[in-house]
């Protein structure tokens, strides 16, 4: 459906997308998973016709992406990381807007705004002033604003940055709900939960590039190892800590150990070496390593620093 090729963008000298390829197919929900600064916003950016690239070309259904182009408008919408709303208007005025930017009149206009105003649980507030909701509320109007004119490709930048995880919950099944009704979904995030829960494909960003594309399951099959522990880091379990690094790979963050096993290094030689040291089994929880292993692993960076 999109087809990215080669995309080179600068701001002054400031690398921001240093030769991005993509193909996003049909229906599918995309994850652009990466940190801050990674250049996701600059993409969605150049994807939406708001920014020109230095270089490379973008294909929508075969189509170059012209932001003037009515068709290309048409088919596109795109959720801002920045809340883009009149906050002296009513949450129903600012659906009017962006309804009637698209061409959307009548009764056709009313029916898509009460629909987006009871998707997001806005419907008792649509008379209130956007600058008296809440951030979160904020975030799901402006997530409804970009989908009144149904767009077949859904940019969504970091929508739920912000939202409390009740709203985050409710933002995600909608997205979802949406997706299945047809719109392919572009969706950024620096949150590797919401890329494993969301998407079908993730795109992996770092520095302006792409390290590694595809399902969850061949992204992981990428990694040297197939298992992940994890136990608290503390001084009970600093001597075994130390011991268990010489047979695999240990990462240490936010209070705890992920421990990803050389081959070879059975688990119950694992087991063996916490009894030595007099650990119970109530502290490890063992599972399948993360995305966030697989970028520490591409990138020798957490996706939080
Ligand atoms: N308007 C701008 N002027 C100058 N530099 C910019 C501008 N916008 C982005 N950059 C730079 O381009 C690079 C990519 O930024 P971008 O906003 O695309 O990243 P991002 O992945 O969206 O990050 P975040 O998760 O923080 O939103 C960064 O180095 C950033 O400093
Ligand atoms: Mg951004």
Redo the contacts with the bound molecule.
């Keep these: 459906m999109l087809i990215i090729r080669d995309l080179r963008k600068h701001?002054?000298s400031?690398l921001?997308l240093d030769g991005v390829s993509l193909e996003i197919r049909r229906g599918e929900f995309f994850g652009l998973l990466?940190?801050?600064?990674?250049?996701?916003?600059?993409?969605m950016s150049l994807v939406a016709g708001l920014r020109q690239p230095d270089a490379g070309s973008l294909a929508l259904d075969g189509v170059a992406v012209t932001p003037a182009d009515p068709a290309t408008r048409a088919a596109l919408g795109l959720v801002p990381?920045s809340i883009a709303l009149f906050e002296d208007l009513s949450a129903e005025q600012n659906l009017r807007v962006f309804g009637e930017l698209h061409g959307l009149r009548g009764a056709l206009l009313r029916e898509r705004i009460d629909e987006a105003l009871a998707a997001v649980q806005l419907a008792d507030r649509r008379r209130d002033q956007v600058k008296k909701f809440s951030g979160g509320m904020q975030r799901r109007l402006n997530l409804v604003a970009s989908l009144l004119h149904r767009p077949k490709l859904l940019l969504c930048?970091?929508p739920t940055v912000g939202v409390d995880p009740q709203s985050r919950n409710a933002i995600f099944d909608f997205l979802e709900a949406r997706n299945r009704e047809g719109p392919t979904v572009i969706y950024?995030t620096?949150y590797m939960e919401e890329a494993t829960r969301l998407c079908s494909r993730i795109g992996i960003?770092d520095h302006?590039k792409i390290h590694a594309l595809g399902t969850l399951d061949e992204l992981l099959t990428r990694l040297p190892f197939a298992d992940e522990m994890t136990f608290p880091a503390t001084p009970a379990t600093a001597a075994f800590a130390a011991r268990v690094a010489a047979h695999g790979e240990l990462a240490t963050a936010d209070g705890g150990h992920r421990f990803h096993p050389h081959a070879g290094f059975r688990t119950s030689a694992f087991y063996a070496l916490a009894e030595e040291c007099q650990l119970p089994a109530r502290l490890f929880v063992a599972g399948r390593p993360s995305l966030e292993a697989l970028f520490l692993h591409l990138t020798g960076r957490t996706l939080r620093e």
């Design positions: 701001y002054g400031q921001a990466g940190p801050n600064g990674a250049g996701k916003s600059t993409l990381q930048d970091e950024s620096h960003i302006g």
